[in-house]
T-cell receptor, first 117, second 111 residues
Framework: AQKVTQAQTEISVVEKEDVTLDCVYE???????LFWYKQPPSGELVFLIR??????QNEISGRYSWNFQKSTSSFNFTITASQVVDSAVYFC??????????????FGEGTQLTVNP | DAGVTQSPTHLIKTRGQQVTLRCSPK?????VSWYQQALGQGPQFIFQ???????QRGNFPDRFSGHQFPNYSSELNVNALLLGDSALYLC??????????FGSGTRLTVV
């Protein structure tokens, strides 16, 4: 069975601080996908990134960066120079890789990030 | 290009009643998945529809059922509502492994 653990329930930082959100996963699949989603108070899950299990290159997108380490089954997310608008719940998710259009997502419990001015 | 549309946005029902939630997928998407998100928790997979058939199902009782129409829109039905069914119900549509697009959800409160 697949499992995603986000050990940090809540994180509070001051604007402009860097913050890292941790994600550890478990799966028996050799091929899988990892995701990060942002959920603002409106409720909609906003897609941030998808990573294939064969691609361990770290990725940077503006102030966001992701560190994928297959050896430790971790897929951590760092926000550099945090802003108040980054305040939200962030979810890490895992899915098996299938050839058809989409597979179920297994989500972690989420990390509530609060960025204070 | 409209994203995923869910209706209604909020709903209050009494225990034992039945409810139907609706989802219109993003244009071009053919697969619809439903998730239940209890307060303070991550979304839990309910089921997925493709070509009008249930393709995958999570660990939810038979009280939860669904349907997909020829235009790819979908309904989630919950019978004999329990207090524990109170949650945010999220619909996600996809076309390939890149394309999970979520709606804003329906907030269901069972009293």
């Amino acid at each position: 069975a697949q499992k995603v653990t986000q050990a940090q329930t809540e994180i509070s930082v001051v604007e402009k601080e860097d913050v890292t959100l941790d994600c550890v996963y478990e799966t028996r699949d050799t091929t899988y996908y990892l995701f990060w989603y942002k959920q603002p108070p409106s409720g909609e899950l906003v897609f941030l990134i998808r990573r294939n299990s064969f691609d361990e290159q770290n990725e940077i997108s503006g102030r966001y960066s992701w560190n994928f380490q297959k050896s430790t089954s971790s897929f951590n997310f760092t926000i550099t120079a945090s802003q108040v608008v980054d305040s939200a719940v962030y979810f890490c998710a895992l899915s098996e890789a299938v050839e058809t259009s989409g597979s179920r997502l297994t989500f972690g419990e989420g990390t509530q990030l609060t960025v204070n001015p | 290009d409209a994203g995923v549309t869910q209706s209604p946005t909020h709903l209050i029902k009494t225990r034992g009643q039945q409810v139907t939630l609706r989802c219109s997928p993003k244009s071009g998407h053919d697969t619809v998945s439903w998730y239940q998100q209890a307060l303070g928790q991550g979304p839990q997979f309910i089921f997925q529809y493709y070509e009008e058939e249930e393709r995958q199902r999570g660990n939810f009782p038979d009280r939860f059922s669904g349907h997909q129409f020829p235009n790819y829109s979908s309904e989630l039905n919950v019978n004999a509502l329990l207090l524990g069914d109170s949650a945010l119900y999220l619909c996600a549509s996809s076309l390939d492994l890149n394309g999970y697009t979520f709606g804003s959800g329906t907030r269901l409160t069972v009293v």
